[in-house]
Antibody, heavy 118, light 110 residues
Framework: EVQLVESGGGLVQPGGSLRLSCVGS????????MSWVRQAPGKGLEWVAN????????YYVDSVTGRFTISRDNAKNSLYLQMNSLRGEDTAVYYC???????????WGQGTLVTVSS | QSALTQPASVSGSPGQSITISCTGT?????????VSWYQQHPGKAPILMIS???SRPSGVPDRFSGSKSGNTASLTISGLQTEDEADYYC??????????FGTGTKVTVL
């Protein structure tokens, strides 16, 4: 079955860190760009970051630049998002997605909830 | 990196056609034919409905179609069905090599 499964979400205090993981299966993970997209409770989608097949190019939304780092391990079919200096406004469901640049995000995980609160 | 502008809500009766607009700038929608549309039902992950302005992925009904003129893209749903009731988001590649989503539109089937 072609799927993405995220993990690593949870409750963290402001200023803390969290690492999200996403494992792909049923497709050749190393062939695709991958993205993280988040959705705050009751709000719209926000693109967070993406990474090229070999990890050589990475792009971020301004609000997370310098705090979040996207990475991947193709040998483990895994995508990661290291989140540091977390703020309340980072509270959201985080989705990983297979980014078929230029053809849109055609495969999404189920999402993992990150809550930043004291 | 401001969000693309969509109407908050659009409604229609079964069988009717509706159109959702998505307005950006010359730095995103206006620069590339790289606009996608996503459908999201409550509590579910988004689903890609349209890519590259007007391409439908396999499995998407042909009542969904996309277009673009200048800085504005549009999604049209023809022959509206009850299962089409959902939130819809556009997205675009940008000149900064990033992506940006629209503000989202709630479609209600009356």
């Amino acid at each position: 079955e072609v799927q993405l499964v995220e993990s690593g979400g949870g409750l963290v205090q402001p200023g803390g860190s969290l690492r999200l993981s996403c494992v792909g299966s049923g497709f050749r993970f190393s062939r695709d760009w991958m993205s993280w997209v988040r959705q705050a409770p009751g709000k719209g989608l926000e693109w967070v970051a993406n990474i090229k097949q070999d990890g050589s190019q990475k792009y971020y939304v301004d609000s997370v630049t310098g705090r979040f780092t996207i990475s991947r391990d193709n040998a483990k079919n895994s995508l990661y998002l290291q989140m540091n200096s977390l703020r309340g406004e980072d509270t959201a469901v985080y989705y990983c997605g297979r980014d078929g640049l230029p053809a849109g995000i055609d495969l999404w995980g189920q999402g993992t909830l990150v809550t930043v609160s004291s | 990196q401001s969000a693309l502008t969509q109407p908050a809500s659009v409604s229609g009766s079964p069988g009717q056609s509706i159109t959702i607009s998505c307005t950006g700038t010359s730095s995103d929608v206006g620069s590339y034919n790289l606009v996608s549309w996503y459908q999201q039902h409550p509590g579910k992950a988004p689903i890609l409905m349209i890519s590259e302005v007007n391409s439908r992925p396999s499995g998407v009904p042909d009542r969904f179609s996309g277009s673009k003129s200048g800085n504005t893209a549009s999604l049209t749903i023809s022959g509206l069905q009850t299962e089409d009731e959902a939130d819809y988001y556009c997205s675009s590649y940008t000149t900064y090599s990033t992506q940006v989503f629209g503000t989202g539109t709630k479609v209600t089937v009356l």
